[in-house]
């Protein structure tokens, strides 16, 4: 299997961005596969990641636990982020709920609830 394959597979990966200074900040996230062979994430729109994709968009992706932590000898793909606008957002959020049911339930008490929910940013990530 190879690398690109494995990431998207994987049921967390750690997508790291990059501060002004250089300074890399990893963060583990669910992952989709888009339909153009990018990786779809969903953030909140308020999250630091957000922020510095903004000012620099070079990115890696690992695969990971759930805790973040990155197997040694694990394959690290370099790549390029872009934000989505609110269509391509709802997308991901859509394809990603297809993925987790984690989403689907938690989505669904949010609902029955009726929580007010945050405001959400798509991130695309192309290797």
Same mark, same amino acid.
């Given at each position: 299997m190879s690398d690109i394959e494995a990431i998207r597979r994987a049921k967390y990966i750690s997508l790291t961005t990059y501060r002004k200074d250089g300074t890399a900040v990893?963060?583990?996230v669910w992952q989709v596969g888009g339909a153009d062979g990018t990786l779809l994430v969903v953030t909140p729109a308020h999250a630091w990641k957000v922020k510095r994709i903004r000012n620099n968009g070079a990115v890696t =992706?690992? =695969?990971c636990t759930v805790r973040g932590h990155v197997?040694? #000898?694990a394959a690290v793909l370099s790549g390029n982020a872009r934000l989505l606008d609110e269509a391509g957002t709802a997308d991901?959020?859509?394809?990603l709920a297809k993925k987790y049911?984690?989403?689907r339930i938690g989505? #669904?008490?949010l609902k029955l609830f009726r929580v007010r929910r945050k405001p959400m940013a798509g991130i695309a990530i192309t290797l």
């Open positions: 990893a963060t583990p =992706v690992a =695969v197997a040694p #000898g991901a959020q859509r394809l049911l984690s989403s989505n #669904g008490f």
